[in-house]
C-alpha cells in the first residue's frame, strides 16, 4: 500500500515511562477509510499509543505519521487533521449542548455562518434536536457521548481517534453511536477507536490486539479468528493474553 492511501502509519513506535515500556515498537498501517479497532487489556498501552498518534505526547523511539504529517514534527498540523475524543471526557458539564459546540468552534477557529450551520448539521446527526439549551451534565452517558463526538467533528477532520468512546454507555446507546461512526466511515473518514467490546469489534474492517505494549497481532476480525481456528473474537482475545502470560511466566 503507498503512503498516499494511509491515514496512519507507525513504525517502532515506543513509549518509556521511567523503566516501564508502556508502548514497546508498535508498528501499524491504518488505511483511509478503515475502522480500525484497538484492542488489549487495562494498562496495555492503547490510550498512550494513541496520544502518541495524536502529538499530545512525544514518543521514545520510532516515528509515526498522519497522513502526510510527522507526529512529532507536525503535531500543530495534525490537531487540525484529526477529531480526537480522549478516555476521558472532554465535555464542559455546566455549559448547555450548544455552549459546548460554541466552544469546541471557537478553539478551532470557526465562525460565522459555516459555523452554525457545522453545528446544527451535528446536531442533527447526534440526533440531539430540542436539546440544544440542555446543560451536559444533565445528559445521559449515550448522549453525552454523541455531543462529545459531534465536538470532535466540527472541524471536518479527515481521521477520527476515539479511546474507549462507548465505555459504560447502554447497549443501544452503542448500537445507535456505532451506526453514526460506519456513516462517517462510509463518507471516507478514516477511524480508529479503542475497544473493550467485543461486539464492536467484530464489525471494525481491521483489529489491531495490544497487550504489555506490543502488537501482537493485526487483520481482519475473520482472518484472526481463521488463523486460531476459533469462533469469535472474544476466544482469540482470551486465548492470546493466556498464551502471553504463559510465556511470559516462563
Ligand atoms: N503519564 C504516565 N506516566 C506514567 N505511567 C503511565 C502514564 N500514562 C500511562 N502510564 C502507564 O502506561 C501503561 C499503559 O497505559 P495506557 O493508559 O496506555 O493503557 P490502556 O491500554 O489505555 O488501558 P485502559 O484499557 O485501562 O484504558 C500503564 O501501565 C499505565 O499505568
Ligand atoms: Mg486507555
New binding site residues.
Partial sequence: MTKRELAIECRDLSKK??D?M??DQISLSIPKGAIYGFL??????????IRMICGLMTPTSGQGRVLDYDIVKDTEIIKHQIGYMS?RFSLYEDLTVRENLDFYAGIYGLGGQLAEDRKQELIRMAGLEGRENQLASSLSGGWKQRLALSCALLHEPDILIL??PTAGVDPVSRRIFWSVIRTLAVKGISILV?T?YMDEAETCDRIGF?FF?KLLVEGTPQDLKEKYGLSSLEEVFVYLVQQEERSQSR
Fill in positions: 515511562f521511567g516501564h508502556a508502548v488489549g487489556p487495562n494498562g496495555s498501552g492503547k490510550s498512550t499509543t478516555q479511546d474507549e479503542s473493550h495490544i505494549g
